[in-house]
């Protein structure tokens, strides 16, 4: 009888894919993350479903594609009838614990208009008992802390995430976001996170847990305190991938041509909040590799605790960002557009060591996706796999093996509809670029050679990845690529059709009732 297994189920926000050292990143180091790979799995090739952070984490915590959950943006309510992750292990005897965030907007159905739960979209994912609720829309909790150490908290706790230390030396010739942050890297809200999770961690009580680690960072705004701030020097940060100017960018798709314009004038750089010249950006990507860097010293300590309580060894570690960012490449910042840089993650495993046949430090090259995650936590404690799941288990890849029928492509999809003034872009996309409120999407499929995204009512875009892996040329005017672009038409149409929603599908009603 295998020992019950603690879990431990870390997401971070917006950390890119390549950034790892032990996939040999030039600047960036992560000691820690490199540790717990090379005792479990790396998956190489781990690619999220949507954007931004509502949508994308909906697809984590349910294991279905963007077309079946339909959450399509921060604040669209997730279906109550959709079984989760949580909800998964309360049926397994957890009681699954969030100290973070979970950007879930609730079932509006089962709620009073007024209710408090419908006043802002960053709300907790149903099954989670909330150990500690913390994010940029609900920084209380952080901010009472602060105070408890003495510092003293902004009228509005938010601008906690903003205040940097004014005519800090060198940042007038570093760029803007060289300042630190008005805190230490023991008070950050990354380490408040970790001080909460060891609080946890040692509290009397219930044997095994569950717990969701959710920090914040990397994601903006790019305040890192010392010495985060100044650990990666903007020399050695890699050149961006991009063409020679946002004019020249713009070309490429009238999307992109409008993302552009709209970080330009109404989104991250207009004012200077993030200002848009090499110098700056350099910088600015400095500072998010410190972030990351705090955020691997922090999970270290989170590690060593479990090594010192010698629960390590009997605890499933998951650890994967949400989605990635821009931050420069094409020239735009956040998450956005169809590029690999806002959907290429990390993704690493670490299982028990009761769990002798798992391959240790394997990097797996396959392609793998976020829908995955729920199926492979579920198969690990061998409990069913809801038939709502749209991905599969990677118990097999843990084991040194690859599955039947493994998929040869990624697929993703960004709804931007509701990409309109209250988020800053005016005019919102189906005013700016002609077309209906509902044609407001685009679907990707993307192997190791080609890329070809559909929109549903502007053209479509195919890239050549081994012959250009920045994505700068669009090959799909050029009459040569036609039926190959007609054939991942038909693979991505496909793809839809299999991965339907198909919850009551198999079952049917009869004399002996639903079987």
């Known amino acids: 009888m295998m020992k019950p297994m603690n879990i431990l189920f870390i997401t971070v926000d917006q950390w890119r894919g390549e950034c790892l050292s032990i996939l040999g990143h030039s600047t960036v180091k992560t000691p820690n993350l490199d540790s717990l790979a090379a005792g479990g799995i790396l998956f190489r090739n781990h690619f999220t479903q949507c954007i931004p952070c509502g949508p994308s984490r909906a697809s984590l915590y349910t294991g279905m594609y963007l077309q079946n959950h339909r959450s399509v943006e921060n604040g669209i309510p997730l279906d109550a009838r959709h079984t989760n992750i949580a909800l998964e292990l309360r049926k397994l005897g957890y009681d699954p614990c969030l100290i973070g965030y979970t950007d879930t907007t609730p079932d509006p159905r089962l709620y009073s208009p007024q209710d408090p739960a419908l006043k802002n979209w960053s709300g907790i994912l149903p099954g989670f008992n909330k150990f500690l609720e913390v994010s940029t829309i609900s920084p209380e909790s952080w901010a009472l802390w602060l105070e408890e150490q003495g510092y003293t908290v902004p009228e509005n706790p938010r601008d906690l995430y903003y205040k940097s230390v004014d005519g800090y030396p060198g940042a007038e010739a570093r760029g803007k ?3 630190p942050a008005c805190y230490s890297k023991e008070e950050s809200d990354t380490a408040f996170i970790t001080y909460k999770a060891l609080q946890f961690i040692r509290r009397p009580g219930r044997k ?4 969701h680690v959710s920090y914040l960072k990397p994601h903006r705004p790019f305040l890192a305190p010392e010495p985060y701030n100044f650990l990666y020097h903007p020399d050695d940060v890699p050149d961006f991938k991009r063409a020679s100017s946002p004019e020249e960018e713009a070309k490429q798709h009238p999307y992109l041509a409008y993302l552009l314009n709209q970080d330009l004038n109404n989104g991250y750089y207009h004012a200077g909040i993030y200002p848009r010249d090499e110098k700056s950006m350099r910088q600015l990507r400095a500072t998010y590799y410190g972030l990351i ?4 010293d922090n999970i270290g300590k989170i590690i060593a605790l479990l090594k010192e309580n010698d629960e390590y060894k009997n605890t499933v570690i998951v650890f994967l960002s ?4 821009q931050l420069g490449d094409h020239h735009l910042l956040p998450p956005s557009a169809y590029f690999d840089q806002s959907f290429h993650i990390p993704f690493i495993i670490h299982l028990p060591d009761e769990k002798d046949q798992q391959k240790r430090g394997l990097v797996v090259n396959a392609f793998t996706e976020n829908v995955d995650i729920l199926p492979t936590i579920l198969d690990i404690f061998g409990a069913d796999i809801p038939v709502q799941c749209d991905g599969r288990s990677l118990v097999p890849f843990i084991m040194g093996k690859t599955p039947e029928k493994w998929r040869t492509e990624v697929h993703w999809e ?8 209250s988020w800053g872009y005016s005019p919102p996309p189906d005013k700016e ?3 209906d409120f509902e044609a407001c999407s685009f679907n990707v499929i993307r192997d190791e050679q080609y890329k070809y995204v559909h929109f549903a009512d502007l053209p479509s875009l195919f890239f050549d990845l081994k012959n250009d892996p920045d994505e700068l040329h669009d090959l799909a005017g050029n009459q040569e690529y036609t039926e190959l672009i007609l054939k991942y038409a038909r693979k991505m149409l496909s793809w839809r059709m299999v991965n339907d ?3 009551l599908v198999y079952m049917t009603a009869g004399p002996e009732g639903i079987t």
């Open 208 to 211: 095994p847990w569950f717990l």
């Open 293 to 296: 860097t705090e955020l691997d």
């Open 322 to 325: 949400d989605h990635g960012a």
């Open 414 to 421: 960004v709804d931007f509809r509701y990409m309109k003034e």
């Open 433 to 435: 670029l002609g077309i």
């Open 501 to 503: 929603e198909r919850t």
């Open 177 to 179: 976001t060289y300042a």
